[in-house]
Each structure stands twice: as structure tokens, then as C-alpha cells.
């Protein structure tokens, strides 16, 4: 089945940089679209930003635009986010999702804490 395995979460200072990690399995990865989303304190789940299967497109929030770089590694099975400039409003926990613009199915989630 599906598996999503995130990682890199911690706490960053406001300005500060994070790279989030994301291990799939459990199906072809190279065929599929992927995203990441987030989950602030007492907020919805909201998308962050989608890269097509083979990379040639991208797409974020405007919340991530100049700040986030999505990129993936198909030999790796791995999608990563590039977090820089942080702000205290990025806490959230972070979601790896299968899928283009999608927030299901997605893994457990990595936490992201920014301080002021």
C-alpha cells in the first residue's frame, strides 16, 4: 500500500531555513504527481505546492512562492521541500501526498516549529 514517510522537521528561527524529505512506496512513483501540504494550529490542512511526475511543472500556494522549492528524486523515491525565510506563521505540521494538488493519501506528517 501507499506509504509516506516525512522527515526534516524541527525548529527554525524566523529567516531560518528547513529541507523536508519525503520517502514513498508502495507504488510507482515516477508515474505519479506530488505534493506537500501543511496543517497549522487550529487550521484546516492546506496545499503547499505540487511537482508533476517527471518535474517539468510545478505549482505553489501563494503562501510558498519565493520561499518553498519543491523537487523530487525519481531513482530515490524521494520529494523534497525547500524551506528558506521562514516566518513564525509556517508552524505547522508538514504532509507529503501522493498526487498532483493533492492532500490524500499523505503520511503522518513532520512537525515545523518557527520561533520569532
Known amino acids: 500500500q501507499v506509504q509516506l514517510v516525512e522527515s526534516g522537521g524541527g525548529l527554525a528561527q524566523s529567516g531560518g531555513s528547513l529541507t523536508l524529505s519525503c520517502a514513498a512506496s508502495g507504488f510507482i512513483f515516477s508515474d505519479w504527481g506530488m505534493s506537500w501540504a501543511r496543517q497549522r494550529p487550529g487550521k484546516e490542512i492546506e496545499w503547499v505546492s505540487s511537482?508533476?511526475?517527471?518535474?517539468?511543472?510545478?505549482l505553489e500556494a501563494d503562501s510558498a512562492k519565493g520561499r518553498f522549492t519543491i523537487s523530487r528524486d525519481n531513482a530515490k523515491n524521494m520529494v523534497y521541500l525547500q524551506m528558506s525565510n521562514l516566518r513564525p506563521e509556517d508552524t505547522a505540521v508538514y504532509y507529503c501526498?501522493?498526487?498532483?494538488?493533492?492532500?490524500?493519501?499523505r503520511g503522518q506528517g513532520t512537525q515545523v516549529t518557527v520561533s520569532s
Open positions: 501526498a501522493k498526487g498532483y494538488q493533492s492532500i490524500l493519501p
Open positions: 511537482i508533476w511526475r517527471d518535474a517539468t511543472k510545478v
